[in-house]
Every structure is written in C-alpha cells, then in structure tokens.
C-alpha cells in the first residue's frame, strides 16, 4: 500500500520560512515523481513545486520560483519543499503526490498523480 505522509505545515507570518516533509513508502521511490500541490478556498488545486527522481527534473509554479526549493532524498524516501519569504497568497492547503516518472517529463496536472498525503495547512498572516 502507497502512503504519503506530509509534516511541517502550520502558521507563519509574511517573509518567514516553512519546510514541508513528505514521507513516502509502498513504492518504487526513485521511479516516481513527487512533489507539491496546493488549493486555497474556492480556487482549484494547483502544482507548486514537482521533481523527477528518474532524472531530478524539477517544476516550479512561476509565482514561488526563487522562493521554493523542493529537494528528494533517495536514501529517506523523502521529498522536501523549502519554502522562504512566504507570502499570503502562498496561504492552501498542501499535498503531496507521486505519479510514476515518463520520458516526456513533469506533469503539472493533479489528475494525472496516483497517489495523495492528507494535506497539511499552510497560513501566512500578520
């Protein structure tokens, strides 16, 4: 069975720092993408930060690049996303999710991943 278990999300104010952790087990680790989505009320859900352990390609959602930096751990099975200089718009509910890796890269659509964590709340606010 795939388990996805994600940690570290909680409350911070704009500019500091979070690191979300998702630990994955029951899969071919290196085999497979990883990485981050998110939603915020009434938006829909969105990649934020994705990485190929085939190759370690990595995407990265136009609005946190130069502010994220999701990193993979072969030896954990862990996926790590450093998130700096937080934002409120950067305010969702994160998830992680795995797909097994293609030869025709990154997918950014959340349809596309086999496998979700239970999503861990992110709030930037003053």
């Known amino acids: 069975e795939v388990q996805l278990v994600e940690s570290g999300g909680g409350l911070v104010r704009p500019g500091g720092s979070l690191r979300l952790s998702c630990a994955a087990s029951g899969l071919s680790f290196g085999d497979y993408t990883l990485g981050w989505f998110r939603q915020a009320p009434g938006k829909e859900r969105e990649g934020v930060a994705l990485?190929?352990?085939?190759?370690?390609?990595?995407y990265y959602e136009e609005s946190v690049e130069g502010r994220f930096t999701i990193s993979s751990d072969n030896a954990k099975n862990t996926v790590y996303l450093q998130m700096n200089s937080l934002k409120p718009e950067d305010t969702a509910v994160y998830y992680c999710?795995?797909?097994?890796?293609?030869?025709?890269?990154?997918?950014?659509?959340?349809?596309?991943?086999?496998?979700w964590g239970q999503g861990t709340q992110v709030t930037v606010s003053s």
């Open positions: 990485i190929s352990n085939r190759d370690y390609s990595t």
């Open positions: 999710a795995a797909v097994r890796s293609t030869f025709w890269g990154i997918s950014r659509r959340w349809r596309e991943y086999d496998y």
